[in-house]
């Protein structure tokens, strides 16, 4: 059964960080891309971030360029959201997904791509 497990959410002021973990079971996790999404209230699930099985390749949702970076560590099945420069407009619970990796990493922007979600993490950032 696979598991995609989110932590390292919670509350922080503007300006602040935060880095979100998502750890995978049940899967060769090495064999899929992995993404980060998230939903505000009241809002449609958005992109933000993804990276490729090997972490050689990542993309970016344009609203978090420069701000966000997107890792994985493949020996510990975990990938990474590192959150800096956080905006009260970052308020959203975060996703992460997984998919099985077959193409360019331009082909995991929408969250119909993906199979594997977690349950979420939330990330509240005060004003």
């Known amino acids: 059964q696979v598991q995609l497990v989110e932590s390292g959410g919670g509350l922080v002021q503007a300006g602040g960080s935060l880095r979100l973990s998502c750890a995978a079971s049940?899967?060769?996790?090495?064999?899929?891309?992995m993404g980060w999404f998230r939903q505000a209230p009241g809002k449609e699930r958005e992109f933000v971030a993804a990276i490729s099985w090997s972490g050689g390749s990542t993309y970016y949702a344009d609203s978090v360029k420069g701000r966000f970076t997107i890792s994985r560590d493949n020996a510990k099945n975990t990938v990474y959201l590192e959150m800096n420069g956080l905006k009260p407009e970052n308020t959203a619970v975060y996703y992460c997904a997984g998919a099985r990796w077959k193409s360019s990493i331009s082909y995991y922007v929408t969250a119909d791509r993906y199979t594997y979600w977690g349950q979420g993490t939330q990330v509240t950032v005060s004003s």
């Open positions: 049940g899967l060769t996790f090495s064999n899929y891309a």
